[in-house]
């Protein structure tokens, strides 16, 4: 089982700063089969990034991915009011797995 | 408009069964695999399990194995999963989403349903 491991745990921003989510693999993860998604409380959570740096459809281009074997990265270029959520990685290239969330909240 | 809509979930007994169904709409329902997400209380998102589009490729989280079985309806556009020998560590809210693209399971989940929420406690 492919382990991911996100870091910070909770990223304290103000609205307009940039924000950089880490997500590292235990291995490497096949053909950068690597999506990143965005849950707020009490929703579903939504596809923002798949294939590593592909952005979902409908989703701003504030939101980019990047990475590739065991080292992704999620950025946010400038944060909106509506950005502060939890975002999870998730690998899909064999028995899907997520990484644990990273909360981006209001500093 | 593409949609998923879960049902069946509820509170059962330590040992007992329950059937979620998920009713997709919008969309050739027989050309995505599918799958089932869980996400217990105030915890992250575990997958559970996935189905080709054909039914032929069928895959289970070890945590699940043994116990819950994934299978599908392309002409009633319906997902379902049989949960047995339920636990408490079963509860959580169960999502089911749909594949990006392709029959075969092996890519993110871009339309998720509301979800169905799953309780097991005597």
């Known amino acids: 089982e492919i382990v991911l491991t996100q870091s910070p745990g909770t990223l304290s921003l103000s609205p307009g700063e940039r924000a950089t989510l880490s997500c590292r693999a235990s291995?490497?993860?096949?053909?950068?089969?690597l999506a990143w998604y965005q849950q707020k409380p009490g929703q579903a959570p939504r596809l923002l990034i798949y294939g590593a740096s592909s952005r979902a459809t409908g989703i701003p281009d504030r939101f980019s991915g990047s990475g590739s074997g065991t080292d992704f990265t999620l950025t946010i270029s400038r944060l909106e009011p509506e950005d502060f959520a939890v975002y999870y990685c998730q690998q899909y290239g064999s028995s899907p797995t997520f990484g644990q969330g990273t909360k981006v909240e209001i500093k | 408009e593409v949609q998923l809509v879960e049902s069946g979930g509820g509170l059962v007994k330590p040992g007992g069964s329950l059937r979620l169904s998920c009713a997709a709409s919008?969309?050739?329902?027989?050309?995505?695999?599918m799958n089932w997400v869980r996400q217990a209380p105030g915890k992250g998102l575990e997958w559970v399990s996935s189905i080709s589009s054909s039914s032929s490729y069928i895959y289970y989280a070890d945590s699940v194995k043994g116990r819950f079985t994934i299978s599908r309806d392309n002409a009633k556009n319906s997902l379902y999963l049989q949960m047995n020998s339920l636990r408490a560590e079963d509860t959580a809210v169960y999502y089911c989403a749909r594949d990006r693209s392709g029959s075969y399971p092996d890519d993110a989940f871009d339309i998720w349903g509301q979800g169905t929420m799953v309780t097991v406690s005597s």
């Open positions: 291995q490497s993860v096949s053909s950068s089969y």
């Open positions: 919008g969309f050739t329902f027989s050309s995505y695999s």
